[in-house]
């Protein structure tokens, strides 16, 4: 039996009709689409049965868009109006309780599952009419160009022919456009005089839209009798045209459907794809689109025809760690779209443009320690840079830079900060740079202390290098990451201040020259989702500071150095993955009350929509570079440095984020941490779920902070990486059989780190889908039914 799902399919046709004003026609048009489905409908082996949903209607009854819609059509179509206000006014001024946004689509999606069920076996037709223009709100006041861009359905769009129609037509299409709507199809009524059509094709002739021109209606006659009888003979004639539109309509959606069944295979045949072994892949995943935090995917059916089914997948790898405020969020799409036609690319070294020094003020505004920003393309570049501050920094102060010895870095095992050249010989040997020829360690890497939660009990686990291998017991999370607080653990802190000593006069003694301190503060990311303790690594950075120069036996060449510099070798923060919020906090530098040298964010910056990266550091190594001489400079670029979309986009983010921050939309997950942790620690994944997953008899260890959720599994044979223990548990994430309370299908696309399953939610995710997500995770660990 196939799932069940709301998008369309090869058998079951939906769209959405929306009107570029009101009073252009679209229930006339609604009406004649529906005559039309059904003779196309009755040409088919199968009948197809034809359905007719509107969302929302004001004015009724007196005004009823579906009973118009169901006098002029055959009594076999089937129709439904979900919320009805009988004030003739716009719907978010029709009522003094408006329902939510989510009951809408709720709602909105439960008739469309109806109208799946009902045609399982035949296929269908389903038109869903909108109210007013695109930009009308719904009850709530959203626009419903963002409202149903959920639904994801191709869209008919009705027309302006009258004078001054030209411009709200072409508008409208850009606002359903740049939402990612597909609009395969534009209806308006001729109106000689004005010609509307003829200059649309023209406009619109690159976009390959299937434009009918269609004679007005009959005025409206006051005798009702006469008025419906010539009604109905419009209707006949309107059929001369929509059949045949209706008919092309059709073809292009087989034609939609040929293409997606094709994809997956095409795909193995020309993709390349990252951190894949191609020879393991079972099953290519066809993602049509994505809002919010959901995929659109598509795959064959289970009797392993060519046919494709949809399927609705929780974006729970956050598309690797960009994502933070939705897909297709309207505000950035709009950002980015502003200023690339504002601007398009344009030169940055010696000029400025408003989006990037915008975003570079903005952020200064909040990293109140930097005073520059150097803006790269993605989160291994800004890490290049970074190491290329660093090092010529430190070997100024030290004077190595005219000494042909090699210059390494301090780092934390496990860690991992890209895949450019240099940062790989900034990580220890690992599976992402082993096989890589070029690859040289260049560096020293000190063993991380972790956090995780068994049986319940929060801990740390200390490696055997610190002395002894063992686990220090604490009553919450939210202790674990007091760090700020002095006393959090004095006796810990001794054993890491000695081992931090130790590896320093050990690297004084072979001589060596570190030019940084490189760290992922917090959470280790791709190196599998380690939670280093933050004592650890806030301790790293007191010694580093205080003693550093010390220890190392370095003596200054010069004496610039100031209470405002850094001290001892120059720190980074790598928060490309840390950084906005993905934790909780706004840095994840939070946590350990310092701050670094040199910082580095990516990921959420852009929300997942560009890709743009920044390093951002002091002027005392800004001063660094600055010379007469051109050869001094940081030489270091992209062609498309500080794009002015990147950078738009950005401070869009951020501001977004900064208000989430503080108007209480993270509130419903801080407060049950808050009661059950006792902390200002907290997570979007629910702390009851935290602790029955730290039960569960496969899993050694879990762990969560802000939106990430990592579940170590229990493996004898293979630890990290290489481990394959969880491809059974990612499988049934992916392809189980789950479904949510409406009966529609739903699964997780989820990656894993080796023996690491990690979920992550972007920063807008509904407690509701929290808790999907849980039902799901909770249901594969444990080999129940989540139905």
């Known amino acids: 039996m196939p ?3 709301i998008h369309p399919s090869r058998a079951f046709q939906a769209y ?3 009107a570029a004003n009101t009073n252009v026609g679209k229930t006339v048009f609604a009406t004649g689409l529906c005559r039309a489905a059904a003779v196309v409908a009755s040409s088919k082996k199968t009948n197809p049965q034809v359905f007719y949903g509107k969302p929302v209607q004001t004015g009724y009854p007196v005004d009823s868009d579906e009973r118009h819609v169901k006098t002029f059509n055959p009594s076999s179509l089937q129709t439904q109006t979900l919320y009805a206000y009988p004030d003739p006014v716009s719907p978010h001024i029709a009522t003094a309780e408006p329902p939510s946004d989510a009951q809408v689509m709720e709602k909105t999606k439960q008739y469309m599952l109806d109208c799946v069920k009902k045609s399982r076996d035949s296929g269908g037709y389903l038109f869903l009419e909108t109210a007013g223009g695109i930009h009308s709100p719904v009850m709530s006041g959203t626009s419903q160009a963002d409202f149903y861009r959920g639904l994801r359905l191709p869209s008919v769009l009705v027309g302006d022919g009258q004078l001054g129609g030209i411009s709200t037509t072409l508008s409208s299409f850009e606002s359903l456009h740049i939402r990612g709507y597909d609009i395969p199809s534009l209806l308006l009524f001729n109106h000689d005089r004005y010609k509307n059509h003829e200059l649309l094709s023209t406009r619109l002739h690159d976009q390959k839209i299937d434009i009918t021109n269609v004679p007005p209606p009959p005025s409206p006659n006051p005798d009702p009798i006469q008025d419906k009888a010539a009604m109905a003979k419009y209707y006949e004639q309107l059929d001369e045209y929509l059949v045949p539109m209706m008919e092309r309509l059709d073809l292009h959606h087989q034609e939609r459907f040929d293409r997606l069944e094709s994809m997956a295979d095409k795909a193995r045949d020309v993709h390349w794809w990252p951190f894949t072994q191609h020879n393991l892949v079972k099953e290519v995943t066809v993602v049509d689109s994505a809002h919010q935090d959901h995929f659109v995917t598509y795959a064959k059916t289970p009797d392993n025809s060519n046919a494709v089914e949809a399927k609705e997948m929780f974006d729970s790898c956050a598309s690797w760690w960009t994502q933070g405020l939705g897909h297709g969020n309207a505000k950035l799409t709009l950002a980015a779209a502003n200023a690339a036609g504002r601007y398009g690319h344009v030169m940055f070294p010696e000029c400025t443009n408003e989006p990037s020094l915008a975003l570079a003020e903005k952020i200064l505004e909040r990293d109140t320690w930097a005073s520059r920003v150097f803006v790269s393309d993605n989160g291994s570049t800004a890490m290049e840079v970074a190491l290329k501050m660093a090092m010529r920094t430190a070997g100024k102060r030290y004077g ?48 991380p202390p972790s956090v995780h939660i068994s049986q319940g009990k929060t801990y740390v686990q200390v490696p055997k290098e610190m002395g002894e291998a063992k686990q220090v017991f604490y ?29 320093l006069d050990g690297l ?10 490189l760290m992922e503060p917090v959470l280790m990311g791709a190196g599998g989702m380690i939670f280093v303790d933050p004592l650890f690594q806030r301790t790293l950075v007191d010694v580093i500071r205080q003693e550093g120069k010390d220890l190392l036996g370095y003596k200054e060449q010069s004496s610039t150095a100031s209470s405002s510099s850094w001290q001892g070798i120059p720190v980074i923060f790598d928060e490309v993955f840390t950084g906005w919020y993905r934790l909780g906090r706004p840095s994840a530098s939070d946590f350990l009350g310092v701050k670094p040298d040199i910082a580095a964010y990516a990921k959420t910056l852009t929300g997942g929509l560009l890709p743009l990266a920044l390093t951002v550091t002091k002027e005392s190594i800004f001063d660094t570079f600055v010379s007469d001489n051109k050869p001094d400079c940081l030489l270091h670029g992209h062609s498309y440095t500080a794009h002015p979309m990147g950078s738009a986009v950005a401070k869009e983010s951020i501001e977004i984020l900064d208000t989430m921050a503080t108007d209480g939309t993270w509130t419903p997950y801080q407060e049950p941490w808050k009661q059950q942790d006792g902390g200002n620690t907290w997570s979007m994944w629910n702390w009851n779920t935290v602790q029955q997953l730290s039960h569960l008899p496969n899993v050694d260890s879990v762990m969560s902070l802000g939106s990430v959720l990592a579940v170590n599994l229990k493996d004898d044979q293979t630890k990290g990486y290489g481990s394959a223990v969880s491809a059974s548990v990612i499988q049934q994430l992916r392809h189980g059989d789950h479904t949510d309370a409406s009966g529609t299908s739903i699964n997780l696309f989820a990656r894993p780190l080796g023996n690491v399953i990690y979920l992550m939610t972007s920063q807008i995710t509904t407690p509701a889908d929290v808790q999907e997500c849980e039902r799901i995770l909770l249901s594969s660990l444990t080999g129940t039914n989540s139905a």
């Open 3 to 5: 799932r069940l799902s």
């Open 16 to 18: 959405q009709i929306f």
């Open 400 to 447: 190595w830079l005219d000494q042909q010895r090699p210059v390494d870095i301090l780092g934390v095992d496990g860690s991992y900060h890209g895949d450019t050249i240099g940062t790989m010989d900034a990580c220890s040997p690992n599976v992402y740079n082993e096989q890589v020829q070029w690859y040289q360690p260049r560096g020293h890497w000190l063993q």
């Open 475 to 503: 009553d919450s999370v939210s202790t674990v990451y007091s760090v700020d607080q002095d006393n959090r653990d004095p006796a810990l802190t001794d054993v890491y201040k000695q081992y931090i000593r130790k590896e």
């Open 508 to 517: 004084r003694q072979q001589g060596r020259h570190i030019g940084a301190v």
